[in-house]
Every structure is written in structure tokens, then in C-alpha cells.
């Protein structure tokens, strides 16, 4: 029973830290331009160096 | 992968502002504005964004709108400055609804990890502390995550209405409330899993039908943003100002340059140009003017300087009025009832009849008040429609789904349903029927007429001339070096090829026929070049599959009487020739005053309050922006076709919903009976609801496959 104590917080903290993520990532802007996403990767980038 | 940044040495505070790119299509169109526009002097960011078809830029107040959309326009990019976002509000629904998905999805899998235990068997001090601590992850995702629940339920509750979200409302308070009160007396069933796994499935199918939403709504503009923003205005002694639109005032004299479009309506004092007036009339072919013709704001000029004398201004313009009656028309779509909607009126009041009536029988049985109200709570919470809440959402997001991949975007559930019901098509001609863009027939010409004609065609703008360009392009020819090119407003192009004046010209006999053609002129040879706005190439094949479907199609065009007959000959059908925007919407009210459902297919402007007030209505990808706006669906590409898809599409959709509502309420049938007999513990909730919700979504799925 003493690894409940142990094993339940990490559960709920490692749950509360993927929706930290997730709404950190929604308020950064990342799902505003899906399409974009997409296509940005064929950007050829420059050597701006 | 960010946008490059230019930090700029003064430390001026830097302004953003926003432009709709209509024509940012590729991977290439984002490269070239984000690294290409921070070269101009004063612009200090720029951010694309593909789905809304903008850019952001963050620059010098002292570089205004004009000097941007010119930066814009000189990589090839037109640009309209967006005034205020009017999209805004849907996309902080969206917003809004996906922060729930996320908080109730956390809570779901959290709890779920307790009730696995509690299910395999913890009891005493270990169920309590499970229970406690379900409750606590259960109280604020509740409070947060059923917010659009409680919200809605609550607006309906106070016009005295009710909808689905009232009995859904309804079951999560009282579970919630009932699991909290097991859990404080040390009980051995809390619910706390199947209230928040409710909320999950129901915001799943929320968040769906949002994402719908936005997802086919990006990218089309405001209607007022292609009106004219401001005009050059000539003051008496000759000097011009420009003035933003709304300044203006009628008896001014404005000066209209090629390429710019008009900000009001007016007359024309000074000058002869041809005028795209597509925006309103949504014909191809320009429309030569001279002194004294009435012009329109949204038209764009082609040719030549003009100088017009403004009659009417702001929302006194043919536009703005327009604009108005779109409004207007689109009233009554708003007072449609969704079938959810429907559904939920007759299952609620016996769904919170049963739930009392249980209450009512086991406290004459003598239950206890305790057990009594237990059970009563099991009822609402095995007949809370988790399915019937995704029965709806989930067969309309595949079917949007299975019609985007076939070229149709369909903008939200109840077009859907709208479609379904249709019994009758209205159609345009130009642009609807037919592609809207006129097609050279370049078969008489020889290689060398070709090139020639493709070195003038590719230098104006003119809809001809792009017709012919595009024609030229697409038969691999290559441009001759001809010189001296220059375009004199309604007359034509001419220039120098080896010596020789060469020109593609109006044709010598003008007004001999309503067919469009141009001359092209080669020393003192001349040839004309027939142009034709043909029918889409399965016109015939998508009217008859409308006509299977039970949608038999009439015209109804703004266009001259004899082009429409000779169409609706071909195609077979009833016509209307010379309608305008007021005359369409009179047909179609007329219509839907006989009992009709008429669906709506049209492309320009002067169709957008017809759109606005069909039952449904279906614009092409080429329409006018209002006109998509109007229109609840979009199709893209040349056939006609996926206007019948549509229709058959919704058909197969609203019968995977009944389907699904079928299943919903058998399923309550069998489960009901467990709930009042008091056999349904927080385990068997739990599977009730997943396998029902698993079932329906499963059924939903079957539209993926081809739409037969």
C-alpha cells in the first residue's frame, strides 16, 4: 500500500504535466495554422549563417 | 521553423497589422512573403499563416496599409488589410471547446485509472481514498469541461426551451452530486468516472463539429473587404487626396487608376475604360463605359484613368445593399431546428419522466429515500444520450470528410441536414453551369500567330486576354519577342513584332453576335479568335444524378435572355433569364412559399442573398468571396458533379443518423430496465456507455467508404 503513496502522485503529476503541455501548446499558437504546419516543412531554408 | 527577424536599431514601438493573401497557396508562397517582405525598409516581421490565408506584419507606424499591400503586390501577392477579425468568435469557440476536450480527457483517463481498482476489487480505507481523490480531480473538471453544457442548457432553460444539453446537464450535476454524497458517507458507488467520461465524448463530438466549422470557413474574406478601402479624390483645383471609404461623399469626383476598384457608386465624367464587374453581376466579359455610365463600387477597372462623380456612398451603394439583403435572407436559416435538437424535445421530457417515475415507485415500495433517489440518478445517468450525443456529430464529421476528399467542403452540420431535405435545384449559369472563365478556341492560329498572341495575351490583365494567355500556355507555346507593348483601355493591346504593328483587338464588327472574340492583327492580316464559356464538361451527367436523387433543376441566370435559353436547351431545362439579385431572391422565396426546400447553386454576388435565403445552398470555389460566405458549401475543380455527391452524401448521412438514433433508443430499451430494477453499479455504466458510444461511432464510420 506504501506504493500507492508514491505511485499515485506520480501518476496525477505526469496526466497534469501532458495537459500543461498540451494547453502551453494550444496558447503558443501551434494549432492556428495546421495547413501551414504542414507545408513549412518543404521550406527550403537559406544558410543564413 | 521561425520567421526570420529583422531587428530594427531604433527602438521605435513596432505596430502589427493584418493582410488576407488570397493567393498564398504553397510552401513556396510562405517562404517568399516571410523572407522576401522583411527586406522592405520599416518591416520588421512577418508571420504567414496558410489556413486563414493571412500574414501578419510587424512594422514602423510610419509605414501605412498602401505602402504594404504595394511591398505585398511587388512579390506578386495581392493583399487586402483585414479591418477586424470576423472570424474571431467561432475560432475562440474552437478554442474554447478543444481546452475542454483536453481538461475532460486528463480527468477521464486519471479517474478511470481509481475505478479500474475500485472495479478489481479495493475496498475499505482504500476505495474511500479513491474515491476522495476521484473527487477532487472530478469536482474542477466538471466545473471547467461541462461549461458549454451548462451554458447552452441554461440559455434554453430560460427561453423555456429545452435541447440535448438539458437532460446531459441534467445527468452530470446530478451523478456528480450523487457520487460526491456517496463518497463524504463512505459509499460504495461513486460515478464520478461516468460523468466525466460523458463529458468527454460529448465534447469529442463538440470539438469535431467546431473543427468543421472553422476548417472549411478559413480563408474566405469579409464581403466589404473587396469593396474599394479609399479613393483619390480630385478637389476643385485639380489636386488629389486619398480618402478612406467611409469619408466619402456623394457629388465628390474621384479618380479611379487602372487595377483599382472602385469605393463607391457613381457616374462617370471623364474617360472610357472597360470595367470587371464580376463582383456583382458575375459575368465574365467586361463592360465597356464612357461618360455618363452608372458605375458600382466592387468593380475593378481595366482600363484607362477614370474620373467619377460619386452618386451614392458607403451603405447607400448597390453593394452595401446587397450585403444587407444577404443578412436579411440569412434570418430565417437561423431559426432552423438541427435534428439533435428535434430528437432531444421528445426524449427528455421521458427521459426525466422515468428518472421521477422510478424515484416515485421505489419510495411507494418503501425503498428509503436514499436508495429511491440512487436509483433514480442510475436512470438519467444509463440514459444520458452519450450516444445520442455523438449520434449526430460523428456521421456528419465523416461524412464532411468523405466530401472534401471528393473536392466539396461543407461547412457545418445543419448544411448538411439542409441538404438532405432539398427537393428542388435552382442553378446560375455563368460560373455555375458553366466554368465563368472564358476559353479561347486557338485551333485556327499557326505557331507563329500563337507566340505572338501568347507575348501580348500574357501582359494585361484583361479576362480575354487571360483566357487566351492560359489557352496558349497550356499548348506549350512560348512567348514571341514583341516590343512596345501597350494597352489602350477598350480598345485592346497592341506592339511591335520585326517591324510589323501587331495587336490582339475588339472585333471590326461589333455587337454581331453575343459570342465574345477578339482580332489579333498581324501586319494588315487578321485573324479573330472565337472565345466560349463552355458548360462544365459533366453538367449534363450532374443535373440527371440531382434528378435521381429527386432534385429536379431549373436555371435561374442574371444573364441575357438568349445565352441562357440556348444553355437551358441543351441542358434540357426550365429557365429565368435577366434576374437580378432582388428578382432571384423573390424566385426563390416564392419558391419555399409554395412548400418547397430549394437548393441554391450559384457563384457571384448578385446570387448571395439567393444563397443566403435557400434552404441550402452550394457556391463553387471560383465564387465571389460573399457568395462563399453565403453559399453552405464549397466545391473546387471543374466538375459539376460533387454538387449531386453532396446531396446523395447528406442523404446517406441523415440515414446513418436515424440509424444511429435507432440504435441509441434500443439500446435504452434494454439498459432501462437494468437502471430501475437498481442493477447498474458505476462498472456497468462505465461499459454501457463505452460500447454504445464505440457502436455508434463504428456505424458512423461506414460513410468513410465510397458513398454508393
Known sequence: MTGLAILIPIALGMGLLGLAAFLWSMRAGQYDDMDGAAHRILIDEEDEA | ?708
Open chain 2, 1 to 708: 521553423m521561425n520567421a526570420p527577424v529583422l531587428h530594427l536599431a531604433a527602438e521605435t514601438p513596432l505596430v502589427t497589422t493584418r493582410l488576407t493573401v488570397p493567393g498564398m497557396k504553397c510552401a513556396g508562397c510562405i517562404g517568399k512573403i516571410e523572407r522576401e517582405l522583411v527586406k522592405t525598409p520599416g518591416i520588421a516581421a512577418a508571420r504567414a499563416n496558410l489556413s486563414a490565408k493571412r500574414v501578419a506584419i510587424t512594422h514602423d507606424p510610419a509605414l501605412d496599409e498602401g505602402a504594404l499591400t504595394a511591398a505585398l503586390l511587388a512579390l506578386g501577392f495581392e493583399s487586402q488589410p483585414v479591418a477586424d477579425n470576423p472570424l474571431a468568435s467561432d475560432d475562440a469557440e474552437r478554442k474554447r471547446l478543444t481546452r475542454a476536450l483536453g481538461v475532460a480527457g486528463f480527468g477521464m483517463m486519471n479517474i478511470m485509472l481509481l475505478s479500474v481498482s475500485v472495479w478489481s476489487g479495493a475496498d475499505g480505507a482504500t476505495r474511500d481514498l479513491f474515491h476522495w481523490l476521484s473527487a477532487a480531480i472530478a469536482l474542477p473538471v466538471v466545473a471547467y469541461a461541462g461549461r458549454p453544457f451548462f451554458a447552452s442548457a441554461w440559455m434554453a432553460l430560460k427561453h423555456r426551451r429545452t435541447n440535448m444539453d438539458v437532460p446531459i446537464s441534467i445527468g452530470v450535476i446530478l451523478a456528480t452530486c450523487m457520487s460526491l454524497y456517496e463518497t463524504i458517507t463512505g459509499g460504495a458507488h461513486a460515478f464520478f468516472d461516468s460523468a466525466v467520461m460523458l463529458l468527454f465524448f460529448l465534447l469529442a463530438g463538440r470539438a469535431l463539429d467546431a473543427e468543421m466549422r472553422t476548417r472549411t470557413r478559413a480563408g474566405i474574406g469579409a464581403l466589404l473587404g473587396r469593396m474599394g478601402k479609399s479613393a483619390s479624390v480630385i478637389a476643385p483645383d485639380g489636386s488629389t487626396r486619398r480618402m478612406a471609404a467611409k469619408d466619402l461623399l456623394p457629388g465628390m469626383l474621384v479618380l479611379i487608376a487602372a487595377g483599382e476598384s472602385l469605393a463607391a457608386d457613381g457616374e462617370v465624367v471623364e474617360g472610357r475604360a472597360a470595367l470587371d464587374n464580376s463582383m456583382l453581376t458575375g459575368e465574365s466579359a467586361p463592360e465597356p463605359v464612357a461618360p455618363g455610365s452608372v458605375v458600382h463600387a466592387g468593380a475593378i477597372n481595366m482600363g484607362a484613368p477614370l474620373r467619377v462623380r460619386l452618386t451614392h456612398v458607403a451603405e447607400d451603394t448597390a453593394l452595401a445593399e446587397i450585403a444587407r439583403a444577404m443578412d436579411e435572407a440569412g434570418q430565417s436559416r437561423s431559426t432552423y431546428v438541427r435534428i439533435a435538437d428535434r430528437a432531444s424535445r421528445l426524449y427528455a421530457p421521458v427521459v426525466h419522466a422515468l428518472a421521477l417515475l422510478a424515484f416515485a415507485g421505489w419510495m411507494i415500495a418503501g425503498a428509503g429515500w436514499h436508495a429511491s433517489l440512487t436509483i433514480a440518478i442510475a436512470v438519467l445517468i444509463i440514459t444520458c444520450p452519450c450516444a445520442m450525443g455523438l449520434a449526430v456529430p460523428s456521421a456528419q464529421v465523416v461524412a464532411s470528410g468523405t466530401l472534401m476528399r471528393r473536392g466539396l467542403l461543407v461547412k457545418d452540420g445543419s448544411a448538411l441536414e439542409r441538404l438532405a431535405e432539398c427537393d428542388l435545384a435552382v442553378l446560375d449559369k455563368t460560373g455555375t453551369l458553366t466554368l465563368g472563365t472564358p476559353r479561347a478556341d486557338i485551333a485556327s492560329l499557326d505557331p507563329q500567330a500563337r507566340s505572338i498572341a501568347l507575348a501580348l495575351a500574357q501582359t494585361s490583365r484583361h479576362p480575354l486576354s487571360r483566357g487566351l494567355a492560359a489557352a496558349l500556355l497550356r499548348e506549350g507555346v512560348t512567348p514571341a519577342a514583341v516590343e512596345d507593348i501597350r494597352e489602350e483601355g477598350g480598345t485592346g493591346l497592341a506592339g511591335r513584332w520585326q517591324g510589323l504593328t501587331v495587336a490582339l483587338e475588339k472585333p471590326a464588327s461589333e455587337g454581331a453576335s453575343d459570342a465574345l472574340a477578339t482580332t489579333l492583327r498581324i501586319g494588315e492580316t487578321r485573324k479573330v479568335i472565337p472565345f466560349s464559356d463552355p458548360l462544365r464538361p459533366d453538367a449534363a451527367a450532374a443535373i440527371a444524378a440531382l434528378a435521381a436523387e429527386g432534385l429536379p433543376a431549373r436555371i435561374l441566370s442574371g444573364d441575357r435572355a438568349a445565352p441562357v435559353a440556348a444553355i437551358a436547351h441543351a441542358l434540357g431545362l426550365p429557365s429565368e433569364a435577366s434576374a437580378d439579385p432582388r428578382a432571384k431572391l423573390a424566385a426563390l422565396e416564392a419558391l419555399k412559399a409554395e412548400g418547397h426546400r430549394p437548393l441554391m447553386v450559384g457563384d457571384g454576388l448578385n446570387d448571395g442573398p439567393a444563397l443566403a435565403a435557400a434552404h441550402a445552398s452550394i457556391a463553387p470555389g471560383t465564387a465571389s468571396d460573399a457568395s462563399q460566405q453565403a453559399a453552405d458549401a464549397v466545391f473546387i475543380g471543374e466538375p459539376l458533379m460533387p454538387v449531386a455527391l453532396a446531396v446523395r452524401v447528406a442523404k446517406a448521412c441523415m440515414r446513418i443518423v436515424r440509424q444511429n438514433f435507432g440504435f441509441s433508443i434500443a439500446y435504452n430499451a434494454l439498459a432501462v430496465p437494468l437502471a430501475l430494477t437498481g442493477q447498474v453499479t458505476p462498472l456497468v455504466a462505465a461499459i454501457a456507455m463505452s460500447v454504445s458510444s464505440l457502436v455508434v461511432i463504428a456505424n458512423s464510420l461506414r460513410l468513410a467508404g465510397a458513398p454508393q
